[in-house]
């Protein structure tokens, strides 16, 4: 008697042990923002505030003036691009200060839904794969995003 254990048997068996065998956290998700009725003067200069979350902004963190790129869309600025050093995670309360249009805002109690790719253990490729924003307050005003990761902020 001869014992043979056939190769494609375990071609087939093996790839499905592989296929979905291994998790990745996705990115953290980062928050973007637009402006409504701000004219382009008040949007030049922004400055973002990061403070210790859930400590009613007592515990300064850092301060970094935001390098972003609006377009206009009539009278709305939407956020063409940001510096990284100005990305806002869910893992702080914010500030962002208009000194043009001399408001400040506060951002408080950003939630992030944490997700996971699957994938085989031969590719960890986690493209598209970003953590989303639930919801977050403005001002103390609830608010949940209307794209993804992205708010508005009105004049």
């Known amino acids: 008697m001869r014992n043979y254990f056939p190769v494609p048997l375990l071609l087939v068996?093996?790839?499905?042990?592989?296929?979905d065998?291994?998790?990745?956290?996705?990115?953290?998700?980062?928050?973007?923002?637009g402006l409504v009725s701000f004219t382009d003067a008040e949007a030049d200069t922004i400055i973002l505030r990061?403070?210790?979350?859930?400590?009613?902004?007592?515990?300064?963190?850092?301060t970094v003036p935001l390098q972003m790129g609006f377009t206009r869309k009539q009278d709305t600025l939407e956020a063409a691009s940001v510096t990284s050093g100005g990305l806002i995670y869910s893992s702080y309360d914010y500030e962002l200060?208009?000194?043009?249009?001399?408001?400040?805002?506060?951002l408080t109690e950003?939630?992030?839904?944490?997700?996971?790719?699957?994938?085989?253990?031969?590719?960890?490729?986690k493209v598209g794969c970003e953590n989303r924003i639930g919801s977050l307050k403005l001002d103390n005003q609830p608010v949940s995003p209307q794209g993804f990761n992205y708010f508005y902020l009105s004049r």
């Open 97 to 106: 200060y208009f000194p043009g249009a001399a408001k400040t805002c506060r």
């Open 13 to 19: 068996s093996m790839t499905l042990l592989f296929q």
């Open 21 to 33: 065998c291994t998790r990745t956290p996705c990115f953290n998700a980062s928050l973007g923002f």
């Open 110 to 125: 950003i939630t992030e839904e944490f997700r996971e790719i699957r994938h085989s253990i031969f590719n960890n490729v």
């Open 50 to 62: 990061r403070f210790a979350k859930n400590r009613n902004f007592t515990i300064l963190i850092d």
